[in-house]
């Protein structure tokens, strides 16, 4: 397993409780939408307090590697959200096939519960700069209207036609209620990012109603904090 050493640049507070990390990227090169794990030996001894997956909310061509979470009082969090410029994380294990590289003009359907946003996020932007099209309908559940990265999506449709975004607030994400919003969509292959209750779930529920699914599970969240 090779370890890196990313050294911390800065931070910056998103929406509600949700902070961005700013990490450089050590030469790491990733996939848009793929994940690292993350280890803080400061956070505890055991690996359950001081390791944690993470979506790279970041896209490749912005050349850093970010962080994006809700802060909370797990012991990971805790170390994270007191580390300053300068200081070093450890990771490993890149990897995920969340991603989004197909070129054929064919549309699909992201669907995001929270922080579930982010791998959302670094494939838009990297799509962005490789020129290539949005055709994508997004449905972005928040449980508040306090939603992370908001107007970074509301800058892509803008400018961007073929991109639709639906913001839904205190919404419950269930399977019904995502296919009544897509009607006429559901044989568009779907992304679903969230926490890990609700994507396991909905997933299963999609999956049986033939909706062809792809899945990025978040762990340590639930239905009412994420």
């Given at each position: 397993?090779?370890?890196h050493d990313?050294?911390?640049l800065s931070t910056k507070p998103e929406a509600g409780n949700v902070k961005t990390f700013i990490f450089e990227t050590g030469g790491i090169e990733w996939i848009a939408g793929q994940y690292l794990a993350y280890v803080l030996p400061q956070a505890g001894p055991t690996t359950?307090?001081?390791?944690h997956w993470f979506t790279i909310a970041s896209a490749p061509n912005e050349e850093e590697i970010h962080i994006s979470t809700r802060i909370s009082q797990s012991p990971f969090k805790t170390a994270l959200n007191a580390m300053k410029p300068g200081d070093e994380i450890q990771t490993?294990?890149?990897g995920g096939d969340f991603t989004w590289e197909e070129d054929d003009g064919k549309r699909v359907v992201f669907v995001a519960g929270g922080i579930g946003?982010?791998?959302f996020r670094s494939i838009l932007l990297e799509r962005v700069a490789k020129k290539k099209p949005l055709n994508a309908t997004f449905l972005y559940f928040n449980r508040t209207d306090e939603i992370p990265f908001i107007d970074e999506f509301r800058s892509l449709a803008s400018k961007h036609s073929e991109f639709g975004m639906m913001p839904i607030v205190g919404e419950k994400i269930t399977a019904e209620a995502i296919l009544s919003k897509i009607s006429g969509k559901e044989k568009q292959a779907m992304y679903l990012s969230g926490p890990e209750p609700m994507v396991e779930s909905v997933?299963?529920?999609?999956?049986?109603k033939g909706v062809n699914i792809k899945q990025d599970w978040f762990p340590g969240y639930t239905d009412q904090n994420f």
């Open positions: 397993m090779h370890i990313l050294k911390l359950n307090e001081n390791e490993h294990s890149l946003s982010t791998p997933g299963a529920e999609l999956k049986t």
